[in-house]
């Protein structure tokens, strides 16, 4: 039914790496709010995971954004020096990282960032994945509300007045670019493996849970051991890019950077939602225009910004539920390689036997 | 380490001042009660809502602090905020209907976590609107009551917040009797066991719906006015307020009023036990603790439930 088209396909995709390496080079100004571009990218797939593919909406999975970050900032500091003490002077006093103890830091960090995460997905999903629908949702912005509280309240960690990361050793210009190609990297890594997923038998799975989970476990699906696996993958890749990100900002502290629940948080949903959410080009559209026409007019609207996002999460869920994608795909479903007699033909055959 | 040992012991000290002196915990107690007589209400609204339309309103903190600033205008034109009470009612009733008609109508067929995003950016909305009027600082309506002291000035009353509690019961007992005696108050408890029998039967489903929702609004603005009097309102403290409604929603179960009256009772009492336990700072994690701790216990429940059912 669904004719895969590889040519036009990989044409954008090409065009899209293209325009990642040379953008920093073309836009030097806009290194950083590019960089993020990548991150939010990323943030929308991992979300999509679950809520597009799977059914089951998060509202806390920022909480392993804030956790791989933590991990990473642990470790980088714990293999050289003694948190506590680094935290309470308050990081750059008495730490000098050499760019070997830096680098060495930075790569064992950001795995253990990414391992760390699974841990805690696996962990919590016992936890969590026991709540549907709309229990779920509350449950895990409860988790990550409530990370971010015992998080500030952790004096070990530096509590709310945060962690300062290891300066990085290099001039600014080359800083700049290491962080953009990590964020890219990050964010291409991701879009290939989701997409790799969605092939698999794993993706059917996923999708026959968020369909009906019930009958897909009367199937034989282990729905259990699919949701832990999902939710897993999702917090791997956002571990790695809370890792990046910390080190990026430089300064790590739990209510705005590692837990941003408004803003971060919701962004990945109303992205997701705006792309189309269960499409896998969804999430990148969405990101894409949501980012760019957040960074441009954001500055402009004076404190109206948040009611703007507010108001476009309302009409974007009230009134054009299926997205960019979706609506694209409803309104042209010939160019999905969809087509309409096939599709009858298909689900008359379908039905008779 | 040594920070968390230090917290610990600091733990343990207050408790040994409980023990000390167990008058502390009449007024813990007492303060728990007064306040926890408020997250009642705004939780029966919240339950309202839930169990008729089956909508979760992510908004409902923000509806409770938009009615205490009604109290916090009347505070600063010198007129006493408990005046506001009747305004702060009229005008959320309104403004419930309008949300409702705007948004709530189009979202209650569908699955429920549109329902929940929905409201969610509404509760961004609220927040934002109410930060670019009033301001972020935290405000209070000053009630100018006097302060009681009992038991040789060791427990401190406040007779506002006896006047509160007062108001509490009179409120929720308008509306038990409303529910249980008026005509609308019948049809949204029909609505509420079947709409479609409902409808088959008459009833306005819709315009139920509608009123239900307005109703939860007014409830909530009354609840508003009181804290803003008791306690402290500002834009951004409505999501405490919401999950606190969730909490004891989900720890009572809706359709169960003596249970949602005991559960914010007891909400309020854990929630200055831990104030002055663990620190004034952990007062919001506890909040949020319950809430996946009642989300938790809840699903121990069902799955010994589906052993059964095995």
Known sequence: MNITRPLPQAVICICILVAGLVAPFVFPDYRVQISLLWIMILFALTWDILGGQMGYNSLGNIFFFGAGMYICAVVQVGLYFDVAEYTSAYGGTIAKFSPNQYFTGFLLGTIAAALGCVVLAVLLSSVLFGLRGPYFAIGTLGTALAARELFATWGWIGGGSGISMPVYPGDPYSRSLFFYFLCFVAAVLTFIFVRWLYSTRFGLAINAIRDDEEKAEAMGVHTKRHKTAAWSISAFFLGISGAVFGNMIGFIEPAEVAFPTVTFGIFMVAMTLLGGKGTLWGPVIGATLFHIVKEVTWTYLLGWQWIALGLLIIINVVYFQDGIVGWIRTRWPEYFGVRIEAAAADKNAQVSR | ?310
Not at chain 2, 29 to 47: E, K, N, P, T, W
Not at chain 2, 125 to 141: E, R
Not at chain 2, 147 to 165: E, N, P
């Open chain 2, 1 to 310: 380490m040594f920070v968390f040992q230090s917290f610990v012991s600091a733990m343990l000290d207050n408790i040994a001042v409980l023990k000390v002196a167990p008058i502390f915990n009449v007024q813990l107690v007492l303060d728990g009660l007064f306040i926890g007589a408020i997250f009642a209400l705004a939780a029966y609204g919240l339950a309202l809502v839930w169990g008729v339309m089956n909508v979760k309103n992510l908004s409902q903190g923000e509806f409770v602090i938009m009615g205490g600033y009604f109290a916090h205008v009347f505070a600063q034109n010198d007129i006493h905020p408990i005046f506001a009470l009747i305004p702060a009612t009229i005008m959320m009733f309104g403004f419930g209907w309008i949300t409702y008609h705007l948004i709530i109508k189009r979202v209650i067929e569908r699955d429920l976590f549109t329902s929940l995003l929905a409201t969610f950016g509404l509760a961004l909305v609220i927040q934002q609107a109410l930060n670019l009027v009033f301001g972020p600082d935290v405000q209070t309506a000053e009630s100018g009551f006097e302060t009681r002291f009992i038991f040789d000035g060791l427990v401190t009353v406040a007779d506002v917040k006896l006047i509160s509690f007062a108001l509490c019961v009179v409120l929720a007992t308008i509306v038990i009797i409303f529910m249980k005696k008026s005509r609308m108050g019948q049809a949204i408890r029909a609505t509420a066991q079947d709409a479609r029998a409902a409808r088959v039967m008459g009833i306005d489903t819709d315009r139920v719906y509608a009123f239900t929702f307005s109703l939860n609004a007014a409830i909530c603005g009354a609840a508003g006015v009181l804290i803003s009097m008791i306690w402290v309102i500002q834009p951004f403290y409505g999501i405490p307020h919401s999950i606190r409604a969730f909490v004891i929603v989900t720890a009572a179960g809706f359709g169960n009023l003596p249970g949602v009256i005991l559960a914010a009772f007891g909400l309020g009492v854990a929630e200055q036990y831990s104030g002055f336990v663990m620190g004034a700072e952990f007062q919001q994690a506890t909040v949020v603790s319950l809430l996946v701790a009642v989300l938790v216990w809840r699903q121990i429940q069902l799955s010994r439930h589906r052993q059964v059912v095995k």
